[in-house]
């Protein structure tokens, strides 16, 4: 158990707690990741991909049922992760804390900073699949390529699609049922 104050357990709604009295500037995210803290600052390219893919998943989600770099806890040693974009179930309502659940998320997108990008290829994409979420996207503007994992089972992914910006993606095994342009996703 670690101690915080000399009495208290140390969880993450503590660890978000200070965080959020730390001076972070803005259009920094932060998020915990296996207990570890990751400060990022958001790129104009980031945002661009980010806003494309949530405008396109609108045909598929209502507004309520989307979220970007919202906290939500997934399973493991303290992962509050932060999403770029989120897609949650229908039906799927916050908990007491006003957080959404886990189990909800059908799929997540996460796009590449070069900092935390071994996160987002590692210790996510394991917990995404621990979580049984049903689709994974990682959209990578320094590889120009997007990689769809899908089927979780035992802390992975059976199925990962790799195209190259430019090409369609076809997210049906998102539950989306939606093809999703990357014509005009920027690179960085």
Request: glycine share 8%; proline share 4%.
């Amino acid at each position: 158990m670690t101690v915080v104050d000399g009495s208290a357990e140390l969880t993450l709604d503590r660890l978000f707690d200070a965080l959020e009295k730390m001076p972070v500037p803005e259009g920094v995210k932060v998020e915990i990741v296996e207990g570890n803290i990751f400060m990022s600052a958001q790129r104009q390219v980031h945002w661009d991909i980010t806003l494309d893919i949530i405008e396109q998943l609108r045909a598929a989600y209502p507004r309520k049922r989307l979220a970007s770099d919202v906290r939500i806890d997934f399973p493991g040693h303290f992962n509050g992760f932060c999403s770029d974009v989120a897609a949650l179930a229908e039906g799927s309502v916050q908990d007491d804390k006003g957080r959404w659940r886990h189990e909800d998320v059908e799929f997540v997108v996460e796009v590449i900073s070069k900092r935390t990008a071994v996160n987002d290829y590692g210790s996510k994409k394991i917990t995404y699949a621990t979580a049984g979420v049903p689709a994974y996207l990682i959209a990578d503007p320094f590889t120009g390529r997007c990689h769809l994992f899908t089927g979780p089972k035992d802390r992975e992914y059976t199925t990962e699609l790799s195209v190259a910006f430019g090409r369609d993606i076809n997210l049906g095994a998102a539950r989306t049922g939606l093809v999703l342009k990357t014509d005009e996703f920027p690179r960085d």
